[in-house]
């Protein structure tokens, strides 16, 4: 069975680095495409990032461009999220989870299996 567990959040000052991990098993990583997304406190859930399984083409959201950074290592079936130069308003419970349509276009109907979570909080 297709199973995603991420690791890696924590508190962090703004300004800082962390990279999260998504751990997959049940498939191998050029099967699907593997996005992450971010849910905060009473805002909606938000794409963040998505890696291709074909060529490995990257997208991300315009919040994140520049500072985040997707890969994937298909040895380990692991995808990974470098984030730097975190802010504030990058708090929350961040998601890897399958993109059964392997679009990557980061719209929640297309991604079918969704990790537990990690919870990534930037503050002073």
């Known amino acids: 069975q297709v199973q995603l567990v991420e690791s890696g959040g924590g508190l962090v000052q703004p300004g800082g680095s962390l990279r999260l991990s998504c751990a997959a098993s049940?498939?191998?990583?050029?099967?699907?495409?593997i996005g992450w997304f971010r849910q905060a406190p009473g805002k909606e859930r938000e794409g963040v990032s998505c890696i291709s399984s074909s060529d490995g083409s990257t997208y991300y959201a315009d919040s994140v461009k520049g500072r985040f950074t997707i890969s994937r290592d298909n040895a380990k079936n692991t995808v990974y999220l470098q984030m730097n130069s975190l802010k504030p308003e990058d708090t929350a419970v961040y998601y890897c989870?399958?993109?059964?349509?392997?679009?990557?276009?980061?719209?929640?109907?297309?991604?079918?299996?969704w990790g537990q979570g990690t919870q990534v909080t930037v503050s002073s």
């Open positions: 989870a399958t993109d059964d349509k392997r679009l990557c276009l980061l719209l929640g109907a297309d991604f079918g299996s």
């Open positions: 049940g498939f191998t990583l050029d099967y699907y495409a």
